[in-house]
């Protein structure tokens, strides 16, 4: 008989209450992957569009589904041809969907060491923001002495974008809600508020922008390409037909262990910061996804799997 575990799933698409934590067997794994007892796992837009009925590329919905795609966790077992990690080891790691559960089973290649310097909840919310992220920030080519604009830099994405281009020697200008504003200065970049105008108070600020990276939608593309003489270098990963229209850059997050890796050593090392908003239990799974669906909000909403950390 199988063990069983606890996870959040759905049977069907709808809103958040749609969603609810039962028993379910614990997954098995097979010879290059492992299992993880889950501590945290990060609570995306992304999970609550697939509640809601969109099926990400290469998935295969089947109910009873349980959703999450990002955690932190202790390794359980290894299957036989894992190399290099063994029960008891702290990891992070990503899957496309069977993360709110206290069990799960990931490739090796999925999965990076967690150092000790980092938290579980930071861990546990890294993957998904954070390698959107890096993907933008590569194919947008950013460097020392760029003007950036970033539309929703307070965001799980944005956040993550804005640390990365200050650090590498870049100024951002950051659009978010004045709620954010002090946090967006915290992260080294000039906060301006969104919405109409927006376009005046960035060229009073600076006249000449070299990159725009839209974490945000809501038009606004069309902010960028008034700014941003080389729509090459302007880059959504919201707003796909917008940016047909206009010639500017789409953005899919390109997963590996390496650019997890990447994100994790900067944050081993002090370089990068993960801003966890708000916690919740398993059990209060619709309120977290009540909380993303918001649109509003600084960093991430994460999930304590294992409580009492
Ligand atoms: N293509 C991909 O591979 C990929 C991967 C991950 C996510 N995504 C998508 O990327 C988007 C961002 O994800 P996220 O996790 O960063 O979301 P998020 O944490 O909800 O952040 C969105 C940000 O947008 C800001 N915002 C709201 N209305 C705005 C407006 N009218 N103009 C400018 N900014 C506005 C909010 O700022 P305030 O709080 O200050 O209002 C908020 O901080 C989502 O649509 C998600 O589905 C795409």
């Given at each position: 008989?199988?063990?069983?575990?606890?996870a959040?799933?759905?049977?069907?698409?709808?809103?958040?209450?749609?969603l609810?934590?039962?028993?379910?067997?614990?997954?098995?794994?097979?010879?290059?992957?492992?299992?993880?007892?889950?501590?945290?796992?990060?609570?995306?837009?992304?999970?609550?569009?697939?509640?809601?009925?969109?099926?990400?590329?290469?998935?295969?919905?089947?109910?009873?589904?349980i959703?999450?795609?990002?955690?932190?966790?202790?390794?359980?077992?290894?299957?036989?041809?894992?190399?290099?990690?063994?029960?008891?080891?702290?990891?992070?790691?990503?899957?496309?969907?069977?993360?709110?559960?206290?069990?799960?089973?990931v490739?090796?290649?999925?999965?990076?060491?967690?150092?000790?310097?980092?938290?579980?909840?930071?861990?546990?919310?890294?993957?998904?923001?954070?390698?959107?992220?890096?993907?933008?920030?590569?194919?947008?080519?950013?460097?020392?002495?760029?003007?950036?604009?970033?539309?929703?830099?307070?965001?799980?994405?944005?956040?993550?974008?804005?640390?990365?281009?200050?650090?590498?020697?870049?100024s951002?200008i950051?659009?978010?809600?004045?709620?954010?504003?002090?946090?967006?200065?915290?992260?080294?970049?000039?906060?301006?508020?969104?919405?109409?105008?927006?376009?005046?108070?960035?060229?009073?600020?600076?006249?000449?922008?070299?990159?725009?990276?839209?974490?945000?939608?809501?038009?606004?593309?069309?902010?960028?390409?008034?700014?941003?003489?080389?729509?090459?270098?302007?880059?959504?990963?919201?707003?796909?037909?917008?940016?047909?229209?206009?010639?500017?850059?789409?953005?899919?997050?390109?997963?590996?262990?390496?650019?997890?890796?990447?994100?994790?050593?900067?944050?081993?090392?002090?370089?990068?910061?993960?801003?966890?908003?708000?916690?919740?239990?398993?059990?209060?799974?619709?309120?977290?996804?009540r909380?993303?669906?918001?649109?509003?909000?600084?960093?991430?909403?994460?999930?304590?799997?294992?409580?009492?950390?």
């Amino acid at each position: 008989m199988s063990k069983m575990m606890r996870a959040a799933a759905i049977d069907e698409f709808g809103p958040a209450d749609v969603l609810r934590v039962r028993e379910l067997p614990r997954p098995t794994i097979s010879a290059d992957e492992v299992l993880v007892q889950v501590m945290n796992a990060g609570v995306q837009v992304t999970d609550a569009a697939i509640r809601a009925g969109w099926a990400p590329p290469g998935a295969t919905i089947e109910f009873p589904q349980i959703l999450g795609n990002e955690f932190s966790g202790i390794i359980d077992q290894v299957g036989d041809e894992v190399r290099g990690f063994s029960p008891g080891d702290p990891v992070a790691g990503f899957n496309l969907l069977g993360c709110y559960a206290e069990y799960v089973a990931v490739p090796q290649a999925q999965i990076v060491a967690k150092p000790q310097a980092v938290s579980w909840q930071a861990a546990g919310a890294l993957s998904a923001s954070g390698q959107t992220a890096h993907t933008a920030f590569e194919d947008l080519a950013v460097g020392a002495g760029d003007v950036v604009l970033v539309h929703g830099a307070a965001g799980g994405v944005g956040t993550i974008f804005t640390q990365l281009a200050v650090r590498t020697g870049a100024s951002v200008i950051g659009t978010a809600s004045e709620a954010n504003h002090g946090y967006l200065e915290s992260l080294g970049a000039t906060a301006v508020t969104y919405g109409p105008g927006q376009t005046d108070r960035i060229r009073d600020i600076s006249p000449r922008v070299d990159v725009a990276f839209d974490a945000a939608g809501h038009e606004n593309l069309r902010t960028a390409v008034e700014l941003v003489a080389d729509r090459g270098r302007i880059a959504t990963i919201v707003d796909m037909p917008l940016a047909q229209e206009l010639g500017c850059r789409i953005v899919r997050s390109r997963r590996s262990g390496r650019r997890l890796a990447d994100l994790m050593g900067l944050l081993a090392r002090g370089d990068l910061h993960v801003h966890v908003r708000d916690r919740y239990l398993l059990d209060q799974v619709a309120d977290a996804h009540r909380d993303v669906e918001s649109g509003h909000g600084r960093g991430k909403v994460v999930l304590d799997v294992r409580p009492a950390q």
